[in-house]
């Protein structure tokens, strides 16, 4: 028996991407099967499944093999504990999608979130300009 496997990766998502793969043998294949495909999907969006069995013709020895690809959620990281470094590859993503203009953003509630003074935000803004420019 052999598999074949293509896939699409979509870089875009938040989540590391999986290929589970697992078989079993004997009696009742399908439910051990599950079985255990179901204690490494725990948490995870599965994107795509396929499952397949076999029957030995000489011991009548029945065998199922399944493969899954899923995607599991990356965990996030506390805002407060990000470098400067991680701060500004941030803001810089954000100053981008509104244009590159700095009043479109509330620097209070960002200062907020990454638990630093206003002055470090601004610091940080003008950095990133000064860098585009």
């Known amino acids: 028996m ?6 699409k990766v979509e870089p875009d998502k938040n989540h590391d991407k999986i290929i ?4 079993s043998s004997g009696k009742d294949v399908l ?8 204690e490494k999907i725990k948490n995870a969006e599965i994107v ?3 499952f397949g ?7 009548r020895r029945k065998y199922a093999v399944g493969i899954a690809v899923v995607n599991v959620p990356r965990e996030r990281k506390n805002l407060e504990k990000l470098s400067i ?12 999608l509104f244009d590159w ?7 209070s509630e960002i200062a907020r979130l990454f638990n630093v003074s206003r002055d470090s935000i601004y610091n940080d803004i003008e950095q990133i300009m000064r860098e585009k420019s």
């Open 101 to 107: 203009n700095p009043k479109a953003m509330n620097s």
């Open 85 to 96: 470094e991680e701060r500004r590859a941030i803001l810089r993503k954000a100053l981008e």
């Open 31 to 38: 439910e051990r099967l599950q079985e255990k495909m179901q």
């Open 20 to 23: 589970i793969a697992e078989y």
């Open 53 to 59: 069995t076999y029957t030995m013709p000489l011991t």
């Open 2 to 7: 052999s598999v074949k496997i293509a896939l």
């Open 48 to 50: 795509d499944f396929a």
